[in-house]
Protein backbone atom coordinates (compact mmCIF):
# COMPACT_ATOMS: atom_id res chain seq x y z
CA UNK A 1 0.00 0.00 0.00
CA UNK A 2 1.24 3.50 -0.81
CA UNK A 3 0.66 5.49 2.29
CA UNK A 4 -0.48 9.66 2.24
CA UNK A 5 2.38 11.87 1.59
CA UNK A 6 1.44 15.09 3.94
CA UNK A 7 4.44 17.95 2.01
CA UNK A 8 3.07 20.21 4.16
CA UNK A 9 5.36 19.00 7.39
CA UNK A 10 8.52 18.24 5.07
CA UNK A 11 10.52 20.94 5.03
CA UNK A 12 8.87 24.18 4.15
CA UNK A 13 7.95 25.88 7.38
CA UNK A 14 10.01 29.09 6.82
CA UNK A 15 7.97 29.36 3.16
CA UNK A 16 4.66 28.61 4.50
CA UNK A 17 5.22 30.91 7.78
CA UNK A 18 6.47 33.68 5.15
CA UNK A 19 3.39 33.18 2.63
CA UNK A 20 0.72 32.82 5.09
CA UNK A 21 2.05 35.96 7.08
CA UNK A 22 1.64 38.12 4.01
CA UNK A 23 -1.59 36.33 2.76
CA UNK A 24 -2.74 37.66 6.72
CA UNK A 25 -1.46 40.98 6.23
CA UNK A 26 -3.35 41.11 3.15
CA UNK A 27 -6.74 40.25 4.51
CA UNK A 28 -6.25 42.83 7.82
CA UNK A 29 -4.98 45.61 5.09
CA UNK A 30 -8.52 44.82 3.32
CA UNK A 31 -10.25 45.00 6.36
CA UNK A 32 -9.34 48.26 7.35
CA UNK A 33 -10.40 49.46 4.15
CA UNK A 34 -13.71 47.85 4.27
CA UNK A 35 -14.55 48.44 8.03
CA UNK A 36 -18.08 48.11 7.04
CA UNK A 37 -18.30 44.40 7.08
CA UNK A 38 -19.25 42.14 10.47
CA UNK A 39 -16.77 41.01 12.58
CA UNK A 40 -17.43 37.05 11.73
CA UNK A 41 -17.19 38.27 7.72
CA UNK A 42 -13.76 39.94 8.35
CA UNK A 43 -12.33 36.97 10.43
CA UNK A 44 -13.61 34.74 7.46
CA UNK A 45 -11.62 37.28 5.07
CA UNK A 46 -8.18 36.98 6.96
CA UNK A 47 -8.62 33.29 7.26
CA UNK A 48 -9.44 32.34 4.07
CA UNK A 49 -6.20 34.68 2.76
CA UNK A 50 -4.12 32.68 5.17
CA UNK A 51 -5.22 29.40 4.09
CA UNK A 52 -5.12 30.04 0.20
CA UNK A 53 -1.52 31.15 1.41
CA UNK A 54 -0.33 28.18 3.36
CA UNK A 55 -1.75 26.26 0.62
CA UNK A 56 0.34 27.64 -2.12
CA UNK A 57 3.01 27.40 0.31
CA UNK A 58 3.31 23.35 0.85
CA UNK A 59 4.33 23.09 -3.29
CA UNK A 60 0.65 20.66 -3.82
CA UNK A 61 -1.51 23.27 -3.93
CA UNK A 62 -4.36 20.42 -4.95
CA UNK A 63 -3.65 17.91 -2.72
CA UNK A 64 -3.90 20.24 0.08
CA UNK A 65 -7.49 21.39 -0.94
CA UNK A 66 -8.11 17.97 -1.56
CA UNK A 67 -7.34 16.76 1.83
CA UNK A 68 -9.30 19.54 3.02
CA UNK A 69 -12.18 19.10 1.11
CA UNK A 70 -12.63 15.68 2.12
CA UNK A 71 -11.97 16.35 5.42
CA UNK A 72 -14.69 19.14 5.90
CA UNK A 73 -17.54 17.21 4.31
CA UNK A 74 -19.36 17.01 7.40
CA UNK A 75 -18.34 20.12 8.38
CA UNK A 76 -19.55 22.22 5.49
CA UNK A 77 -19.99 26.23 7.29
CA UNK A 78 -21.94 27.83 4.43
CA UNK A 79 -23.89 31.31 4.07
CA UNK A 80 -27.59 31.61 2.83
CA UNK A 81 -28.98 34.45 0.69
CA UNK A 82 -32.55 33.05 1.15
CA UNK A 83 -34.58 32.45 4.38
CA UNK A 84 -36.39 29.38 4.26
CA UNK A 85 -38.88 30.84 6.54
CA UNK A 86 -40.23 32.82 3.88
CA UNK A 87 -40.92 30.12 1.40
CA UNK A 88 -41.93 27.36 3.77
CA UNK A 89 -39.29 24.87 5.86
CA UNK A 90 -37.10 22.44 4.35
CA UNK A 91 -36.99 23.89 0.44
CA UNK A 92 -33.28 24.14 -0.91
CA UNK A 93 -31.58 27.74 -0.55
CA UNK A 94 -29.17 29.79 -2.91
CA UNK A 95 -25.90 30.25 -0.63
CA UNK A 96 -22.28 29.07 -1.08
CA UNK A 97 -20.39 27.09 1.14
CA UNK A 98 -16.95 25.89 2.25
CA UNK A 99 -16.62 22.87 -0.41
CA UNK A 100 -18.27 25.30 -2.90
CA UNK A 101 -15.03 27.78 -2.82
CA UNK A 102 -12.54 24.78 -2.63
CA UNK A 103 -14.16 23.15 -5.95
CA UNK A 104 -13.66 26.79 -7.66
CA UNK A 105 -10.03 26.49 -6.80
CA UNK A 106 -9.78 22.76 -7.41
CA UNK A 107 -11.23 23.29 -11.09
CA UNK A 108 -8.74 26.41 -11.65
CA UNK A 109 -5.84 24.36 -11.12
CA UNK A 110 -7.39 21.38 -13.22
CA UNK A 111 -7.90 23.65 -16.17
CA UNK A 112 -4.16 25.54 -15.81
CA UNK A 113 -3.19 22.36 -15.48
CA UNK A 114 -5.66 21.14 -18.82
CA UNK A 115 -4.07 24.71 -20.78
CA UNK A 116 -0.38 24.00 -19.99
CA UNK A 117 -0.29 19.88 -20.81
CA UNK A 118 -3.03 19.58 -23.14
CA UNK A 119 -3.13 15.70 -22.57
CA UNK A 120 -5.98 13.94 -22.82
CA UNK A 121 -7.58 12.66 -19.03
CA UNK A 122 -9.65 9.54 -18.62
CA UNK A 123 -13.66 10.43 -17.89
CA UNK A 124 -16.40 9.03 -16.85
CA UNK A 125 -18.79 6.47 -19.01
CA UNK A 126 -20.94 7.88 -21.81
CA UNK A 127 -24.01 5.83 -20.17
CA UNK A 128 -23.29 7.40 -16.86
CA UNK A 129 -22.52 11.13 -17.81
CA UNK A 130 -25.23 11.44 -20.21
CA UNK A 131 -28.64 10.28 -17.81
CA UNK A 132 -26.95 12.69 -15.22
CA UNK A 133 -26.94 15.66 -17.32
CA UNK A 134 -30.16 14.84 -19.42
CA UNK A 135 -31.44 15.05 -15.13
CA UNK A 136 -29.80 18.53 -14.86
CA UNK A 137 -31.24 19.98 -17.79
CA UNK A 138 -34.81 18.61 -17.10
CA UNK A 139 -34.76 19.80 -13.83
CA UNK A 140 -34.30 23.06 -15.05
CA UNK A 141 -37.14 22.61 -17.77
CA UNK A 142 -39.36 21.75 -14.98
CA UNK A 143 -39.67 25.38 -14.22
CA UNK A 144 -42.22 26.17 -16.42
CA UNK A 145 -44.41 24.31 -14.05
CA UNK A 146 -43.12 25.96 -10.79
CA UNK A 147 -45.11 27.78 -8.64
CA UNK A 148 -41.98 29.96 -7.10
CA UNK A 149 -39.70 29.87 -9.72
CA UNK A 150 -36.93 30.94 -7.89
CA UNK A 151 -37.02 28.06 -5.40
CA UNK A 152 -36.14 26.13 -8.84
CA UNK A 153 -33.15 28.03 -9.80
CA UNK A 154 -31.99 27.55 -5.97
CA UNK A 155 -32.42 23.78 -6.16
CA UNK A 156 -30.77 24.58 -9.80
CA UNK A 157 -27.76 25.78 -9.03
CA UNK A 158 -27.31 22.99 -6.66
CA UNK A 159 -27.57 20.24 -8.93
CA UNK A 160 -25.25 22.09 -11.40
CA UNK A 161 -22.68 21.94 -8.28
CA UNK A 162 -23.07 18.42 -8.22
CA UNK A 163 -22.13 17.90 -11.99
CA UNK A 164 -19.05 20.18 -11.07
CA UNK A 165 -18.26 17.49 -8.16
CA UNK A 166 -18.92 14.64 -10.57
CA UNK A 167 -16.68 15.45 -13.86
CA UNK A 168 -14.11 16.79 -11.40
CA UNK A 169 -13.43 13.77 -9.47
CA UNK A 170 -14.04 11.21 -12.33
CA UNK A 171 -11.22 13.10 -14.52
CA UNK A 172 -8.85 13.94 -11.16
CA UNK A 173 -8.81 11.37 -8.56
CA UNK A 174 -5.88 8.66 -10.33
CA UNK A 175 -3.38 6.87 -7.97
CA UNK A 176 -3.68 4.67 -5.02
CA UNK A 177 -2.38 7.87 -3.03
CA UNK A 178 -5.91 10.18 -4.19
CA UNK A 179 -8.03 6.72 -2.89
CA UNK A 180 -5.89 6.32 0.63
CA UNK A 181 -6.24 9.87 0.89
CA UNK A 182 -9.89 9.97 0.33
CA UNK A 183 -10.46 7.02 2.85
CA UNK A 184 -7.91 8.71 5.38
CA UNK A 185 -9.43 12.38 5.06
CA UNK A 186 -13.08 10.43 5.66
CA UNK A 187 -12.08 8.57 8.29
CA UNK A 188 -10.49 12.05 9.88
CA UNK A 189 -13.68 13.80 9.46
CA UNK A 190 -15.99 10.89 10.80
CA UNK A 191 -14.04 11.07 13.81
CA UNK A 192 -14.06 14.86 14.37
CA UNK A 193 -17.79 15.13 13.40
CA UNK A 194 -18.35 11.99 15.91
CA UNK A 195 -16.44 13.96 18.74
CA UNK A 196 -18.98 17.00 18.35
CA UNK A 197 -21.84 15.11 18.18
CA UNK A 198 -20.88 13.30 21.68
CA UNK A 199 -20.64 17.03 23.42
CA UNK A 200 -23.59 17.53 22.03
CA UNK A 201 -25.73 14.33 23.40
CA UNK A 202 -23.57 15.45 26.75
CA UNK A 203 -25.02 19.03 26.36
CA UNK A 204 -28.82 18.25 25.71
CA UNK A 205 -28.46 19.84 22.44
CA UNK A 206 -27.25 22.74 21.07
CA UNK A 207 -23.15 23.98 20.97
CA UNK A 208 -23.62 26.62 19.33
CA UNK A 209 -22.00 25.69 15.69
CA UNK A 210 -24.66 27.36 13.38
CA UNK A 211 -22.09 28.04 10.83
CA UNK A 212 -21.48 24.31 10.51
CA UNK A 213 -25.23 23.48 10.25
CA UNK A 214 -26.43 23.27 13.66
CA UNK A 215 -29.95 23.17 14.53
CA UNK A 216 -30.21 25.63 17.89
CA UNK A 217 -33.67 23.02 18.59
CA UNK A 218 -32.74 19.44 19.22
CA UNK A 219 -34.91 16.79 18.29
CA UNK A 220 -36.21 14.98 21.32
CA UNK A 221 -37.67 10.95 21.26
CA UNK A 222 -40.53 10.13 24.04
CA UNK A 223 -39.17 6.52 24.96
CA UNK A 224 -40.84 4.74 27.85
CA UNK A 225 -37.26 4.26 29.78
CA UNK A 226 -36.77 7.96 29.30
CA UNK A 227 -36.94 11.26 26.78
CA UNK A 228 -33.58 11.19 25.00
CA UNK A 229 -31.95 13.78 22.27
CA UNK A 230 -31.44 13.13 18.88
CA UNK A 231 -28.31 14.07 17.64
CA UNK A 232 -27.96 15.96 14.18
CA UNK A 233 -24.42 16.93 14.56
CA UNK A 234 -23.29 19.10 12.21
CA UNK A 235 -25.38 18.57 9.43
CA UNK A 236 -28.47 19.72 11.30
CA UNK A 237 -30.95 17.15 11.33
CA UNK A 238 -30.44 13.06 12.99
CA UNK A 239 -32.15 11.57 9.34
CA UNK A 240 -29.14 13.63 7.89
CA UNK A 241 -26.51 12.40 9.64
CA UNK A 242 -27.45 9.12 9.84
CA UNK A 243 -27.53 9.47 5.78
CA UNK A 244 -24.21 11.26 6.02
CA UNK A 245 -22.76 7.75 8.30
CA UNK A 246 -24.80 5.03 5.83
CA UNK A 247 -22.52 6.92 3.22
CA UNK A 248 -18.81 6.39 4.79
CA UNK A 249 -19.45 3.52 7.50
CA UNK A 250 -19.43 0.77 5.00
CA UNK A 251 -15.98 2.33 3.53
CA UNK A 252 -14.49 2.10 6.91
CA UNK A 253 -15.81 -2.00 6.96
CA UNK A 254 -14.45 -2.60 3.81
CA UNK A 255 -10.97 -1.38 4.28
CA UNK A 256 -10.78 -2.43 7.31
CA UNK A 257 -10.38 -5.57 6.12
CA UNK A 258 -7.36 -4.93 3.88
CA UNK A 259 -3.44 -4.98 4.83
CA UNK A 260 -3.15 -1.33 7.25
CA UNK A 261 -0.26 -0.13 8.85
CA UNK A 262 -0.49 0.22 12.23
CA UNK A 263 -1.07 4.04 12.18
CA UNK A 264 -4.35 3.48 9.58
CA UNK A 265 -5.69 0.25 10.95
CA UNK A 266 -6.04 2.96 14.44
CA UNK A 267 -7.47 5.40 12.49
CA UNK A 268 -10.20 3.28 10.34
CA UNK A 269 -10.96 1.39 13.74
CA UNK A 270 -11.48 4.55 16.06
CA UNK A 271 -14.13 5.46 13.15
CA UNK A 272 -15.62 2.90 12.60
CA UNK A 273 -16.01 2.51 16.78
CA UNK A 274 -17.37 6.06 17.45
CA UNK A 275 -19.11 6.16 13.97
CA UNK A 276 -21.56 3.52 15.06
CA UNK A 277 -21.83 4.90 18.45
CA UNK A 278 -22.94 7.87 16.51
CA UNK A 279 -25.37 6.14 14.17
CA UNK A 280 -27.28 4.49 17.28
CA UNK A 281 -27.76 7.90 18.82
CA UNK A 282 -29.57 9.36 15.63
CA UNK A 283 -32.79 6.99 16.28
CA UNK A 284 -32.48 7.22 12.47
CA UNK A 285 -34.00 3.80 11.80
CA UNK A 286 -33.49 4.00 7.70
CA UNK A 287 -29.78 4.63 8.97
CA UNK A 288 -29.46 2.01 10.96
CA UNK A 289 -31.40 -0.61 8.13
CA UNK A 290 -29.30 0.69 5.30
CA UNK A 291 -25.58 0.26 7.20
CA UNK A 292 -26.77 -2.98 8.63
CA UNK A 293 -27.66 -4.16 5.20
CA UNK A 294 -24.81 -2.81 3.57
CA UNK A 295 -22.50 -5.13 6.58
CA UNK A 296 -24.15 -7.76 5.69
CA UNK A 297 -23.42 -7.46 2.27
CA UNK A 298 -19.98 -7.20 2.43
CA UNK A 299 -19.78 -9.59 4.68
CA UNK A 300 -21.69 -12.32 1.66
CA UNK A 301 -19.22 -10.47 -0.78
CA UNK A 302 -16.02 -11.30 0.85
CA UNK A 303 -16.74 -15.27 1.60
CA UNK A 304 -17.90 -15.71 -2.05
CA UNK A 305 -14.77 -13.94 -3.82
CA UNK A 306 -12.13 -16.57 -2.38
CA UNK A 307 -9.57 -14.62 -5.41
CA UNK A 308 -9.39 -11.77 -3.26
CA UNK A 309 -7.55 -12.07 -0.57
CA UNK A 310 -9.10 -10.39 2.38
CA UNK A 311 -7.84 -10.24 6.12
CA UNK A 312 -10.50 -12.08 8.05
CA UNK A 313 -9.22 -11.12 11.68
CA UNK A 314 -9.82 -7.43 11.29
CA UNK A 315 -13.38 -8.46 9.68
CA UNK A 316 -14.46 -10.53 12.66
CA UNK A 317 -12.94 -8.05 15.37
CA UNK A 318 -14.97 -5.29 13.50
CA UNK A 319 -17.88 -7.55 13.54
CA UNK A 320 -16.98 -8.64 17.05
CA UNK A 321 -17.39 -4.99 18.60
CA UNK A 322 -20.41 -3.75 16.50
CA UNK A 323 -22.27 -6.85 18.60
CA UNK A 324 -20.66 -5.47 21.78
CA UNK A 325 -21.99 -1.70 20.40
CA UNK A 326 -25.42 -3.14 19.80
CA UNK A 327 -25.60 -5.35 23.16
CA UNK A 328 -24.89 -1.99 25.11
CA UNK A 329 -27.42 0.33 23.52
CA UNK A 330 -29.94 -2.82 22.94
CA UNK A 331 -32.65 -1.18 25.54
CA UNK A 332 -32.78 1.75 23.39
CA UNK A 333 -32.52 0.16 20.16
CA UNK A 334 -35.07 -1.96 20.91
CA UNK A 335 -37.37 0.84 22.28
CA UNK A 336 -37.32 2.57 19.08
CA UNK A 337 -37.87 -0.02 16.88
CA UNK A 338 -40.89 -1.36 18.77
CA UNK A 339 -42.78 1.48 20.69
CA UNK A 340 -44.88 3.54 19.02
CA UNK A 341 -43.50 6.28 17.14
CA UNK A 342 -46.36 9.00 17.18
CA UNK A 343 -47.43 7.92 13.55
CA UNK A 344 -43.98 8.78 12.20
CA UNK A 345 -44.61 5.70 9.86
CA UNK A 346 -48.08 5.93 9.31
CA UNK A 347 -47.96 9.75 8.06
CA UNK A 348 -45.35 8.15 5.12
CA UNK A 349 -48.16 6.72 3.45
CA UNK A 350 -50.37 10.08 3.48
CA UNK A 351 -47.38 12.25 2.08
CA UNK A 352 -46.99 9.47 -0.70
CA UNK A 353 -51.08 9.78 -1.89
CA UNK A 354 -50.40 13.67 -1.56
CA UNK A 355 -47.01 12.93 -3.84
CA UNK A 356 -49.21 10.93 -5.96
CA UNK A 357 -51.73 13.26 -6.87
CA UNK A 358 -48.69 15.43 -7.93
CA UNK A 359 -47.49 13.10 -10.29
CA UNK A 360 -50.94 12.41 -11.61
CA UNK A 361 -51.82 15.90 -12.14
CA UNK A 362 -48.17 17.09 -14.03
CA UNK A 363 -46.55 13.62 -14.91
CA UNK A 364 -44.13 15.27 -17.49
CA UNK A 365 -42.38 18.02 -15.72
CA UNK A 366 -43.85 17.61 -12.26
CA UNK A 367 -44.72 20.85 -10.27
CA UNK A 368 -41.35 22.43 -10.58
CA UNK A 369 -38.12 21.33 -8.98
CA UNK A 370 -37.94 22.30 -5.25
CA UNK A 371 -41.43 23.19 -5.23
CA UNK A 372 -42.86 20.72 -3.69
CA UNK A 373 -43.43 21.94 -0.32
CA UNK A 374 -44.94 25.30 -2.02
CA UNK A 375 -47.94 23.50 -3.69
CA UNK A 376 -48.09 20.33 -1.52
CA UNK A 377 -51.03 22.28 0.62
CA UNK A 378 -53.36 22.19 -2.91
CA UNK A 379 -53.02 18.26 -3.28
CA UNK A 380 -53.73 17.49 0.82
CA UNK A 381 -57.94 16.55 -0.17
CA UNK A 382 -56.10 12.86 -0.56
CA UNK A 383 -55.19 12.61 2.73
CA UNK A 384 -58.22 10.74 4.57
CA UNK A 385 -58.41 11.92 7.80
CA UNK A 386 -59.01 15.57 7.96
CA UNK A 387 -57.34 16.40 10.99
CA UNK A 388 -53.65 15.75 9.27
CA UNK A 389 -54.40 18.17 7.01
CA UNK A 390 -51.81 20.86 7.17
CA UNK A 391 -49.65 18.54 8.71
CA UNK A 392 -48.29 16.10 6.03
CA UNK A 393 -44.28 16.92 5.35
CA UNK A 394 -42.35 16.38 1.98
CA UNK A 395 -42.79 12.92 0.89
CA UNK A 396 -40.04 10.62 2.11
CA UNK A 397 -38.69 9.07 -0.43
CA UNK A 398 -36.42 10.14 -2.96
CA UNK A 399 -37.80 8.85 -5.75
CA UNK A 400 -41.30 10.06 -5.46
CA UNK A 401 -40.02 13.65 -4.72
CA UNK A 402 -38.24 13.57 -7.39
CA UNK A 403 -41.28 12.41 -9.60
CA UNK A 404 -43.26 15.10 -7.96
CA UNK A 405 -41.20 17.57 -8.80
CA UNK A 406 -39.59 16.73 -12.36
CA UNK A 407 -42.25 14.35 -13.19
CA UNK A 408 -41.78 10.66 -14.29
CA UNK A 409 -39.31 11.58 -17.18
CA UNK A 410 -37.18 12.87 -14.36
CA UNK A 411 -37.33 10.40 -12.13
CA UNK A 412 -36.92 7.71 -14.96
CA UNK A 413 -33.65 9.63 -16.01
CA UNK A 414 -32.31 8.94 -12.36
CA UNK A 415 -33.03 5.72 -12.45
CA UNK A 416 -31.30 5.13 -15.79
CA UNK A 417 -28.39 6.85 -14.23
CA UNK A 418 -28.48 4.82 -11.12
CA UNK A 419 -28.95 1.36 -12.95
CA UNK A 420 -25.60 2.36 -15.86
CA UNK A 421 -23.12 3.09 -12.13
CA UNK A 422 -24.83 -0.49 -10.97
CA UNK A 423 -23.97 -2.22 -13.55
CA UNK A 424 -20.75 -0.22 -14.17
CA UNK A 425 -19.46 -0.29 -10.91
CA UNK A 426 -19.78 -4.16 -10.84
CA UNK A 427 -17.74 -4.42 -13.51
CA UNK A 428 -15.52 -2.06 -12.28
CA UNK A 429 -14.79 -4.16 -8.84
CA UNK A 430 -14.68 -7.35 -10.92
CA UNK A 431 -11.67 -6.35 -12.97
CA UNK A 432 -9.71 -4.98 -10.05
CA UNK A 433 -6.87 -7.49 -9.22
CA UNK A 434 -5.24 -5.52 -6.50
CA UNK A 435 -6.89 -7.00 -3.04
CA UNK A 436 -7.08 -3.22 -1.59
CA UNK A 437 -8.48 -1.36 -4.08
CA UNK A 438 -10.88 -3.98 -4.83
CA UNK A 439 -12.13 -3.30 -0.75
CA UNK A 440 -12.08 -0.24 -1.55
CA UNK A 441 -14.38 0.08 -4.81
CA UNK A 442 -16.28 -2.44 -3.02
CA UNK A 443 -16.86 0.08 0.16
CA UNK A 444 -17.81 3.21 -2.31
CA UNK A 445 -20.23 0.40 -4.34
CA UNK A 446 -22.20 0.03 -0.76
CA UNK A 447 -21.74 3.33 0.57
CA UNK A 448 -23.62 4.80 -2.55
CA UNK A 449 -26.60 2.44 -2.13
CA UNK A 450 -26.89 2.19 1.49
CA UNK A 451 -27.22 6.19 1.30
CA UNK A 452 -30.16 5.98 -1.62
CA UNK A 453 -31.81 2.98 0.93
CA UNK A 454 -31.60 5.29 3.25
CA UNK A 455 -32.92 8.54 1.14
CA UNK A 456 -35.79 6.23 0.11
CA UNK A 457 -37.50 6.97 3.68
CA UNK A 458 -36.26 10.83 4.18
CA UNK A 459 -36.55 13.56 2.50
CA UNK A 460 -33.12 14.41 0.76
CA UNK A 461 -32.91 16.11 -2.42
CA UNK A 462 -30.21 14.95 -4.77
CA UNK A 463 -27.63 18.07 -4.54
CA UNK A 464 -27.44 17.36 -0.75
CA UNK A 465 -24.79 14.93 -0.56
CA UNK A 466 -21.40 15.67 -2.16
CA UNK A 467 -20.39 11.74 -1.45
CA UNK A 468 -23.42 10.61 -3.52
CA UNK A 469 -21.68 12.12 -7.00
CA UNK A 470 -18.39 11.60 -5.33
CA UNK A 471 -18.35 7.68 -5.12
CA UNK A 472 -20.95 8.08 -8.53
CA UNK A 473 -17.77 9.33 -10.42
CA UNK A 474 -15.44 7.03 -8.72
CA UNK A 475 -17.41 4.08 -9.69
CA UNK A 476 -18.22 4.95 -13.66
CA UNK A 477 -14.49 6.50 -14.47
CA UNK A 478 -12.86 5.04 -17.20
CA UNK A 479 -9.61 4.93 -15.48
CA UNK A 480 -7.80 1.71 -15.29
CA UNK A 481 -6.69 1.42 -11.60
CA UNK A 482 -4.96 -1.89 -11.46
CA UNK A 483 -2.14 0.45 -13.77
CA UNK A 484 -2.77 3.24 -11.55
CA UNK A 485 0.42 4.07 -9.64
Excluded at 179 to 193: K, Q
Excluded at 255 to 269: H, I, P, Q
Excluded at 317 to 345: H, Q, W, Y
Excluded at 380 to 401: D, P, Q
Amino acid sequence: MKELNFPLFQGRMPAIIKVSALAACLGFGILWATKTLEMKWLVALVAAFSFLGFAVATGRFERFLLNVFFFLIPLNADFNWHSAGSSGGGVLELGVSTLDLLMVFLYGAWILRLVSRREPEPGPALSAALPLVLLVAWSGLSMINARQPELTLYALVGLLKTLFYFFYFAHNIKTREDLWMIVRCLALGLIVESLITFLQYAAGGYLGLDVLGERQIPKELELSMNKVVRVGGTLGHPNQLGGYLSAVLPLMFCVNGAKLGRGMRFLVTLAIGLGMIVLILTFSRSAWLATALAFIVMLGWLVTEGRIHFRLGPVLMGGLALITIFLFFKPLIMARVTEDDEGSVTSRFAQMRVARSMITQHPVLGVGLNNYDAVKHLNESFVENSMERGKVNRVHNIFLLLAAETGLVGLGLFVWFLWSLAVLGLKKISSIRDGALHLIFMGLYLCFFARILHDATHTAYLSTSPLFWIYSALLVSNRKWDTAQ
